[in-house]
């Protein structure tokens, strides 16, 4: 069965999950950021069969989050990096990661604790507003439409009724 592309929606969460919308492609980006860069090192790690890390590498690299660089001619043989829009990926997982650990760690704590290496404490990630650095909640925030949306859909009265016009 053929899935719905979410790719052209007004919605960049929408077009997001189009892109990373199967649980592997979140944990190859998650051992790209840890260090893992070589095919064999990524299938060892995750336990992935080889046919779907091969599909999962090849969209990565295609929508431009990693880079195929060669490290051997006969036969050729790649590191797969992490490219600037790749790895602004980061705060997604560490988001994410935050989530994971404040609702299904468990008594034990979270199985992964991260470092801020600028003031050396062991921190987690607080997604806050840009300008005022206030945190941001569903409480606080509301979404409204953008530049980007289409002006068609605006007009439409279930639309308008979802962004409060």
Not at 80 to 91: P, Q
Not at 127 to 132: L, R, T
Request: glycine share 8%.
């Amino acid at each position: 069965m053929r899935r719905t592309s979410f790719a052209h929606w007004p919605c960049s969460i929408a077009r997001t999950m189009d892109l990373l919308g199967d649980w592997w492609t979140p944990l190859v980006l998650r051992e790209a950021f840890y260090g893992i860069r070589r095919f064999d090192a990524f299938q060892e790690s995750l336990g992935i069969a080889r046919n779907t890390l091969t599909d999962r590498l090849r969209r990565l690299v295609d929508e431009g989050l990693l880079e195929k660089r060669p490290y051997q001619t006969e036969p050729v043989r790649y590191d797969y990096v992490l490219t600037e829009k790749g790895r602004d990926f980061y705060t997604v997982l560490l988001a994410m990661n935050r989530w994971g650990d404040r609702w299904l760690a468990g008594e034990q704590g979270p199985p992964i604790v991260f470092r801020h290496d600028a003031c050396g404490h062991d921190s987690h990630a607080e997604v806050v507003c840009a300008d005022c650095g206030e945190p941001m909640t569903a409480e606080n925030t509301h979404a409204r439409p953008g530049p980007g949306y289409p002006p068609k859909l605006a007009e439409r009265p279930d639309v308008r009724e979802r962004f409060g016009h």
